[in-house]
């Protein structure tokens, strides 16, 4: 091979890589534009309505309680070996029954679970005993009234 020849084949070289780099160049700017001008937005989930629910549990020593608390999947919370008293608020999606229930340990006991909606006294239950239970349960109406 001659030094033309060589020469040659080193200019096609670095003609092809320019092509390349300004094709991969172009091809990133290109993905950049398309990202700055999609503004759509992704559609926001519509928030579901909720009202203020207090559980209340009260007595001495320790129970399990379990309420429906902010999880809109409608699965209870569970608390295990609460000391008692015990209270917590939390929102409730509208339509749901807002429920705390107790349970006595093996040492027994008396202890009572009482439940309030927007801060309104909807029911009180008492456990008792050895494994007592009590469960309070309440209404929100889908309406919110």
Not at 27 to 34: D, F, I, P, T
Not at 81 to 87: R, S, T
Not at 127 to 140: D, K, P, S
Request: proline share 6%; aromatic share 4%.
């Amino acid at each position: 091979m001659s030094a033309n020849e060589s020469s040659v084949n080193t200019a096609d070289g670095s003609r092809a890589g320019v092509l390349i780099a300004v094709f991969l160049l172009l091809a990133c700017a290109g993905l950049v534009g398309y990202g700055l001008l999609d503004t759509e937005d992704d559609p926001k989930p519509a928030a579901t309505p909720t009202a203020a629910v207090t559980y209340e549990v009260t007595g001495d020593g320790t129970a399990e309680i379990s309420y429906l608390g902010p999880d809109e999947d409608g699965r209870a919370s569970v608390v295990r070996d609460a000391e008692l008293p015990w209270k917590h608020t939390v929102q409730v999606p509208l339509g749901e029954s807002p429920t705390v229930a107790v349970v006595l340990g093996e040492e027994g006991g008396q202890a009572a679970c009482t439940l309030a909606i927007r801060g309104r006294h909807v029911q009180r239950a008492t456990a008792m005993g050895e494994f007592g239970r009590a469960t309070c349960t309440g209404a929100l109406p889908a309406d919110g009234n």
